[in-house]
């Protein structure tokens, strides 16, 4: 089958190579799926350069997210061959074919594609586990989120709307608001202009936002807008820097500031994580969410580079997808 293969620490995601590797072969406790389509994300770009908190054995293919076709599965398990499966593995998905613990994979709802799915695993839980289990969304609640565009921002956006928040969506480009907009977005802003968070005061009449849903590091500026019991759910840091934050501001509006790290429930809180799957799939199937799948797709693993040209250089919106070509007759 093809594959990215990497086999030392690379300058970057130009230098990633496709190889013909042979089909991996499934562990007992694992499907063996044919990749329709996976999802980019920014870590793969820190991961091929060894800069990222993981760091695999060489040679290893990268790829975090996977929507396919199973083609084996053990025995008493939850899926057969030919089922439809979305899922995630910390490496391995930028190739045809992807051997994974059935334990990671969940059946794709049937009003979603393979590319819709492709990068469902790791935003729209995060979300949800941010929006809900962290910051108690309440109907009626003002919402900002920031990097509202982006792949955990637009599921927040959908999200928010779904538990009947007004959402006041934050980008960098004025080009991102239609999207936000179609997404259920009440106003958009530009978080790049200086008095973005005047604009959040007055779109709230004095008021401020309830929760600001943060993946890029806007915590001190965003407790200039923030109402009295305010919460502030921290995601990541894409704007590079991990903020220090002043403690007096946090005291001086009651605000509760906590954080969501949606891949560590598995080892520290594991039963929460069946409500926020049933929850998801629940909106899922209602539509009220939907993945955003960025136009174009890209076609074939030699596109990679490109996908995370796009994400690195902030143009994209919703999840970034590529479908690697086929080789069935190989199997
Ligand atoms: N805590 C968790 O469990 C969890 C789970 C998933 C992701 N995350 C984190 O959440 C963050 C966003 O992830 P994502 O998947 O939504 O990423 P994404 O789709 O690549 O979106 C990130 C967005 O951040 C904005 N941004 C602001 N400043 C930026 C800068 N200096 N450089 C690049 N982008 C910048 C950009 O939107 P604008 O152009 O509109 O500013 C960009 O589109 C990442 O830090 C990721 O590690 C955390």
Redesign the pocket.
Known sequence: MHAIVVKNWLKGPNDMEVKDIPVPTPKSNELLVKVEATGA???DILMVQGKYQIKPPFPFTPGAEFAGTVVSAPANCRFKTGDRVFGSNPTGAYAEYIAVPEIQCFAIPSTLSFEEAAGLY??YP?SYAGLVLRADVKKGDWVLVH?A?????IAAVQIAKALGANVIAA???EG?FDICKAQGADHCINYREPDWTDKVMQITAGKGADVVYD??GLVEKSLKCIAWNGRVVV??????AIEKIAANRILLKNVAVTG????AYTRNEAERIPEVWEALFKLAEEGRIKPVVWDPVFEGLDKVKDALKA??N?E?YGKVVVKPTSTPARL
């Open positions: 994300n920014f870590f790791i935003t995060t990097a565009a982006g792949g955990v921002g980008v960098g480009n991102k993946p890029v995601v990541g840091f894409a704007a590079g969501v790290h949606w891949g994400i690195s902030r994209t």
